[in-house]
């Protein structure tokens, strides 16, 4: 997962802000930062993509206001002034989610008021948009919010489909519960797609299971990490040994 296999992206360029926090600097998978609302809410599927939306939202709009504030926030107290501004947008963010999908709200419970201690959204605040311009903390917030709500999307997808059988895209009264397991009848909202796991993992829904998958998940992702190195380390000294040999000759 690395943002310096894209093609015409210089580092240079706001844009490459925005590619490195989904692949080179995920929260998650790369940086393993969140990981507490991560395991906790990835139950079902819906859950994942509403805390990674108000994380993007809450990350956003905290870049912009501390970048645009950076120069008159005095250093002794940057920590404190971070977290008000953090603290009114996550308040935002929090009664909107009450007011219109209050069924999500209660799932996701305590985590939404805890997205203002996330070391993620005080992270950026205190590596990026305090040094950088508002465009480029814009673009950092959005991508490292996307890639936050990517992995919480696969690691909810997963674990709601082997633990119950089913993929939750129920959100504010619209959208379908898609069921593998056994038939459900009677209920609209439920599309009976295939039965193929008619005794699902439960254990993939809880704590445990939650651990299980993200561990073999990070181990997935340093081992494809070791053998890209190992094989740049290769052709590098391939390289270095046919130099060598031209020199000779």
Request: charged share 15%; glycine share 8%; hydrophobic share 50%.
């Amino acid at each position: 997962m690395s943002a310096d296999k894209i093609p015409n992206i210089p580092k240079t360029s706001g844009w490459y802000e925005f590619v490195k926090g989904i692949f080179r600097e995920n929260p998650i998978f790369v940086v393993v930062l969140g990981l507490c609302p991560t395991l906790a809410v990835t139950t079902q599927t819906i859950n994942g993509l509403a805390m990674g939306v108000s994380v993007i939202f809450v990350l956003v709009c905290s870049n912009i206001i501390i970048s645009l504030l950076r120069n008159f926030i005095p250093d002794a107290v940057r920590i404190p002034s971070y977290i008000v501004v953090i603290a009114s947008f996550v308040t935002l963010i929090s009664l909107v989610m009450q007011a219109f999908t209050p069924d999500i709200n209660k799932s996701l419970g305590i985590f939404i008021p805890l997205i203002v201690v996330n070391c993620i959204i005080l992270g950026r605040a205190e590596a990026f948009a305090n040094k950088n311009t508002v465009g480029k903390s814009a673009l950092d917030g959005l991508g490292m919010g996307v890639g936050f709500t990517l992995a919480l999307f696969i690691i909810g997808l997963i674990r709601e489909l082997v633990g119950s059988a089913t993929i939750t895209l129920k959100f504010a009264g619209m959208g379908n519960i898609y069921n593998f397991g056994a038939p459900v009848l009677g209920d609209p909202s439920v599309i009976n797609v295939a039965q193929v796991l008619t005794s699902p993992a439960m254990v993939m829904i809880m704590p445990p299971g939650g651990f299980l998958l993200m561990g073999l998940m990070l181990a997935v992702i340093k081992y494809r990490k070791n053998k890209k190195e190992e094989r740049e380390k290769a052709l590098k000294k391939m390289a270095a040994a046919a130099k060598t040999a031209n020199k000779a000759a």
